[in-house]
């Protein structure tokens, strides 16, 4: 029996293929650009993330835009988007779900709870308690989440995309190493120029753009994306290139970069050969996507200089063979 014109062109639509997933990549960037102006580079990492089956922890000052990226990012996909705020007083169960008695069946029912979404925003994640955020930290490793003892398969795809404030330290919370290194990559979007920020002014009077945004790609687009990036070619000479990035790393500082993060710098460089519109990593790959991978692993002493000016030194001491 013959494919139906309808069931053909779902299924071209996500064919796991590299021009397939550059170009849902490169056309969800387009359009997020269409509400989030002048951050064209911290797009890309977003989406590269997202590609590499990672997760995004934005850092920066209040107002800059963080909430409305992770939005249009999830809208541009046509993704499930649910929100957390952090809160001191919010609990782990309110970010997992929890097991509510039925008394018309006698038995206990499982209630999910927010992080049971494609995209979940943690909206100033450091505001909460290292107890309430590790309760992210399964779904992030494992993509499940374990209640009482029963586990959970959270939706696919999964992206947590997390913000934390850089100002009022006294009033937050560091965020432990352990979790920290669960984030693919660490973006910050700055003030905007005067130009953009006019420009900025111009799209919001009236109606906000994120209202009038739609979709552009499916969830099935983006599974599609990251298959075909996991298999973007990657020679030993490129893996062992990033095996002495993360090695510099460990030898110039009190933590360097872990083997996990080793593992996010080569799926960063799958992605970001993707939106170039290759079937192969290369150099330039890595290097695109070194600091904000590897940067926020590192933990340098007093006066030794920050992780991202350990990268560039890195990037700079180890020769490409």
């Not at 609990?91 to 097991?99: H, K, S």
């Not at 009482?148 to 850089?166: H, I, K, L, M, R």
């Not at 080569?266 to 070194?290: C, K, M, N, S, T």
């Amino acid at each position: 029996m013959s494919e139906s014109p309808s069931t053909a062109d779902a299924a071209a639509a996500a064919e796991p293929t590299v021009e397939a997933a550059g170009e849902t990549a490169r056309t969800v960037i387009d359009n997020v650009e269409q509400v989030i102006v002048g951050n064209h580079e911290a797009i890309e990492h977003l989406v590269c993330a997202m590609l590499g089956r990672g997760h995004v922890l934005l850092e920066d000052v209040p107002g800059v835009g963080k909430t409305m990226l992770a939005r249009s990012i999830a809208r541009s996909f046509e993704c499930e988007f649910k929100r957390v705020q952090f809160t001191p007083d919010l609990l782990p169960t309110d970010i997992t779900g929890v097991n509510v008695y039925n008394q018309q069946t006698g038995e206990f029912e499982f209630r999910s709870g927010p992080v049971f979404a494609n995209v979940v925003l943690g909206d100033e994640i450091n505001r909460a308690p290292p107890k309430t955020q590790s309760a992210l930290l399964e779904a992030m490793e494992e993509e499940q989440v374990t209640v009482d003892g029963e586990s959970y398969p959270v939706p696919s795809p999964f992206t947590v995309v997390a913000t934390q404030n850089s100002v009022e330290r006294d009033r937050t919370y560091d965020l432990p190493a352990a979790e920290l290194d669960r984030f693919m990559v660490q973006l910050s979007l700055g003030y905007p120029d005067e130009a953009d920020e006019a420009d900025l002014l111009g799209r919001v009077v009236g109606d906000h753009p994120i209202e009038e945004l739609d979709p552009v790609a499916t969830t099935a687009d983006l599974r599609a994306a990251r298959e075909a990036t996991g298999e973007v070619t990657v020679e030993a000479p490129l893996r062992e290139y990033v095996t002495r990035l993360a090695r510099y790393t460990r030898e110039h500082a009190q933590l360097g970069v872990s083997p996990r993060g080793a593992i996010a710098l080569l799926r960063g460089a799958q992605a970001r050969a993707v939106l170039d519109g290759r079937d192969y990593a290369i150099p330039d790959d890595v290097q695109a996507e070194a600091e904000v991978v590897m940067a926020h692993r590192i933990r340098r002493s007093a006066g030794e200089g920050t992780g991202a000016e350990l990268v560039a030194e890195a990037l700079d001491a180890v020769a490409v063979e």
